[in-house]
């Protein structure tokens, strides 16, 4: 059948083998380009469309189970998917194969950002990719705000979300289950505010595979029970901390790489509401508590993750190779970056699995729990004030190359310093923005062509 061709809904769809599942996962893998959204379009493309494994309303359902949890929602369906096929064989390929692309191509980038960011093509690049990290950030909150803010309510909640984390620095945590409550409460005793899709009968369509086999009633494996959970919990958790552990008693609790095992542990249990989201709260941490990195730095790593394959949380490997090989504390600065890299990255994306192995059975018979879903739709909406947030930070260390701190009504508040506006920042940002907004182009070509621009105007201003 040729490429993209969407299969007759009247043919049964044949069960995928193990050998065959990996072959195309390693091919998402490598295809997983443009953040959460264009990775999740891509898997309903293949898996909904074209290949029928999943209905609609499972695939729905499934991703509506990984945005109520923290980290990156998309590489949990992928493991969810897999899963769902072939066990947790299945779920560990699949969240394995969509992760290890961006992980190598961004130890490549990391380790030639580490040693030549100081030349000045370098700095020169990376000025034009931020102005187009600037405008995929705002896309992204005009994008999320549409599809998330249906009515009065949840408008509130977006802004009551903003004014907690810009304004009094409310922990992100804190926002996530203030929101979440909120959407209950509302759904509750204020039924309009929040309406919930109608009941799923949890019968699936028999014309996709997943749904076909558990109509028959051959994946047995899906049905949940106590002690296989606790059995993936005790694996999980030793797997998750043994590093950590190890790391702790060999270079002690405030060696960099003790503390970045620490640090990205507790980011992957606390950050909800996708990669967006998380980076607010990652790069407040990362910059201004560790001082690891500059904010010049963490818009450099969220534009090489913009530009590989893999889950935009990968900006995480950056922040923790460049954490080890500047401070490497009696290490070589090489093999500090290496095991930097290593340890953010497992910890940051084990305890998906956790979560979609323990998690997904129980999920499996909550279908059609409305109630959920206006929790969800809840959180939804304060992501996307989370988010507002984040781009209002790129945008202050984007435009304007210094801020300070005011007292306001007794909050602290980051302001710019208006003499120290670029205008050149400010015009490509803005040519960024209207190329995405209004002439539909690709991010894959802002990222390319906001480069080439920021360059060549920075070397042209270069003296001789």
């Given at each position: 059948?040729?490429?993209?061709?969407?299969?007759?809904?009247?043919v049964?769809?044949?069960?995928?083998?193990l050998?065959?599942?990996?072959?195309?996962?390693?091919?998402?893998?490598?295809?997983s380009f443009?953040g959460p959204a264009?990775?999740?379009?891509?898997?309903?493309?293949?898996?909904?469309e074209?290949?029928?494994w999943?209905?609609?309303?499972?695939f729905l359902?499934?991703?509506?189970?990984?945005?109520?949890?923290?980290?990156?929602?998309a590489?949990?369906?992928?493991v969810?998917?897999?899963?769902?096929?072939?066990?947790s064989?299945g779920?560990?390929i699949?969240?394995?194969?969509?992760?290890?692309p961006?992980?190598?191509?961004?130890?490549?980038l990391?380790?030639?950002?580490?040693?030549?960011?100081?030349?000045?093509?370098i700095?020169a690049?990376?000025?034009g990719?931020?102005?187009?990290?600037?405008?995929i950030v705002?896309?992204?909150?005009?994008?999320?705000?549409?599809?998330?803010?249906?009515?009065?309510?949840?408008?509130?909640i977006?802004?009551?979300?903003f004014?907690?984390i810009?304004?009094f620095h409310?922990?992100?945590?804190?926002?996530v289950?203030?929101?979440g409550?909120t959407?209950y409460l509302?759904?509750?005793f204020?039924?309009?505010?929040?309406?919930p899709?109608?009941?799923d009968d949890g019968?699936?369509?028999r014309?996709?595979?997943?749904?076909?086999l558990l109509?028959?009633g051959?994946?047995?494996?899906?049905a949940?029970?106590?002690?296989?959970?606790?059995t993936?919990?005790?694996v999980?958790?030793?797997?998750w901390?043994?590093?950590?552990?190890?790391l702790?008693?060999?270079?002690?609790?405030?060696?960099?790489?003790?503390?970045?095992?620490l640090?990205?542990?507790?980011?992957?249990?606390?950050?909800?509401?996708?990669?967006?989201?998380?980076l607010g709260?990652?790069?407040?941490?990362?910059?201004?508590?560790?001082g690891?990195?500059?904010?010049?730095?963490?818009?450099?790593?969220l534009?090489?993750?913009?530009?590989?394959?893999?889950?935009?949380i990968?900006?995480t490997?950056?922040?923790?190779y460049?954490?080890a090989?500047?401070h490497?504390?009696?290490?070589?600065p090489d093999?500090?970056a290496?095991?930097?890299?290593?340890?953010?990255?497992w910890?940051?994306?084990?305890?998906?699995?956790?979560?979609?192995?323990?998690?997904?059975p129980?999920v499996e018979?909550l279908r059609?729990?409305?109630s959920?879903?206006?929790a969800?739709?809840?959180i939804?909406?304060?992501?996307?004030?989370?988010i507002l947030n984040?781009?209002?930070?790129?945008?202050?260390?984007t435009?304007?190359?210094?801020?300070?701190?005011?007292?306001w009504?007794g909050a602290?508040l980051d302001?710019?310093?208006w003499?120290?506006?670029?205008?050149?920042?400010?015009?490509?940002?803005?040519?960024?923005?209207?190329a995405?907004?209004?002439?539909r182009?690709?991010?894959?070509?802002?990222l390319?062509?906001?480069?080439i621009?920021?360059a060549?105007?920075?070397l042209w201003?270069?003296?001789?």
């Amino acid at each position: 059948m040729p490429q993209g061709t969407t299969p007759p809904t009247d043919v049964p769809v044949e069960p995928v083998s193990l050998a065959d599942a990996t072959r195309i996962w390693a091919k998402i893998g490598w295809l997983s380009f443009g953040g959460p959204a264009g990775q999740i379009a891509l898997m309903h493309r293949e898996f909904v469309e074209r290949r029928r494994w999943i209905s609609e309303s499972r695939f729905l359902h499934a991703l509506n189970y990984c945005m109520l949890l923290p980290g990156p929602e998309a590489q949990q369906l992928a493991v969810y998917i897999g899963w769902l096929l072939h066990r947790s064989r299945g779920g560990i390929i699949a969240g394995t194969l969509f992760v290890l692309p961006g992980f190598l191509t961004m130890l490549v980038l990391s380790a030639l950002y580490a040693r030549y960011q100081q030349l000045p093509v370098i700095g020169a690049v990376f000025f034009g990719l931020k102005a187009a990290v600037l405008a995929i950030v705002v896309e992204a909150v005009l994008r999320i705000g549409r599809r998330a803010l249906k009515s009065r309510m949840l408008v509130a909640i977006a802004g009551a979300a903003f004014v907690a984390i810009f304004v009094f620095h409310i922990p992100f945590p804190l926002i996530v289950f203030g929101a979440g409550l909120t959407g209950y409460l509302a759904y509750r005793f204020i039924p309009p505010s929040i309406s919930p899709p109608s009941p799923d009968d949890g019968g699936g369509d028999r014309h996709f595979l997943i749904d076909r086999l558990l109509a028959e009633g051959k994946l047995d494996h899906i049905a949940s029970s106590r002690r296989r959970s606790l059995t993936v919990l005790v694996v999980c958790l030793t797997l998750w901390f043994a590093p950590v552990a190890v790391l702790t008693l060999w270079l002690g609790r405030s060696h960099v790489l003790t503390q970045e095992g620490l640090f990205f542990s507790k980011s992957a249990v606390v950050t909800f509401g996708g990669a967006y989201a998380v980076l607010g709260y990652i790069a407040q941490r990362a910059v201004e508590h560790f001082g690891w990195l500059t904010p010049g730095d963490m818009l450099d790593g969220l534009a090489l993750a913009e530009t590989t394959p893999g889950p935009l949380i990968m900006v995480t490997q950056f922040i923790g190779y460049l954490a080890a090989y500047r401070h490497a504390g009696g290490l070589d600065p090489d093999l500090a970056a290496l095991l930097g890299a290593v340890i953010t990255t497992w910890v940051t994306f084990v305890p998906s699995f956790l979560f979609i192995f323990v998690g997904a059975p129980f999920v499996e018979t909550l279908r059609a729990n409305r109630s959920l879903h206006a929790a969800l739709s809840g959180i939804t909406a304060a992501v996307v004030g989370v988010i507002l947030n984040l781009s209002l930070w790129f945008t202050l260390h984007t435009v304007f190359h210094g801020t300070q701190s005011v007292q306001w009504g007794g909050a602290q508040l980051d302001v710019p310093v208006w003499n120290t506006l670029d205008p050149a920042a400010l015009a490509l940002g803005v040519a960024a923005l209207v190329a995405m907004l209004r002439l539909r182009l690709a991010m894959g070509w802002t990222l390319i062509l906001s480069g080439i621009v920021g360059a060549a105007w920075q070397l042209w201003r270069m003296p001789v």
